[in-house]
């Protein structure tokens, strides 16, 4: 399992275009992806589920991989992570 350890910058939080951009990048793999916010997880290959977290400007994250494909998967959430600004 790997993961990936994120933080909200963005002023108005975790917004539905940023979450849009990270459910289509999840679900380019095979691999279980999961993110986790306080003590709630969803699934990051559902936007219905990431959404319904509501994560605010300032508050950490972390996004779980799971499966054949994790380390690709890492790497590339990663890569997306940066150029969204929710990395620390």
């Given at each position: 399992?790997?993961?990936?350890?994120?933080?909200?910058?963005?002023?108005?939080?975790?917004?539905?275009?940023?979450?849009v951009?990270?459910?289509?990048?999840?679900?380019?793999y095979k691999?279980?992806?999961?993110?986790?916010?306080?003590?709630?997880?969803?699934d990051?290959?559902?936007?219905m589920?990431?959404?319904?977290?509501?994560?605010?400007?300032?508050e950490e994250?972390?996004?779980?991989?799971?499966?054949?494909?994790?380390?690709?998967?890492?790497?590339?959430l990663?890569e997306?992570?940066?150029?969204?600004?929710?990395?620390?």
């Amino acid at each position: 399992m790997r993961t990936i350890n994120g933080y909200v910058g963005n002023s108005t939080g975790l917004t539905s275009r940023l979450s849009v951009e990270l459910v289509s990048e999840a679900n380019k793999y095979k691999s279980f992806i999961c993110i986790h916010v306080y003590d709630e997880n969803a699934d990051l290959k559902s936007i219905m589920n990431v959404m319904a977290l509501v994560v605010p400007h300032g508050e950490e994250f972390t996004i779980s991989i799971e499966g054949d494909d994790e380390e690709f998967a890492e790497k590339k959430l990663t890569e997306k992570l940066k150029t969204l600004n929710l990395l620390k």
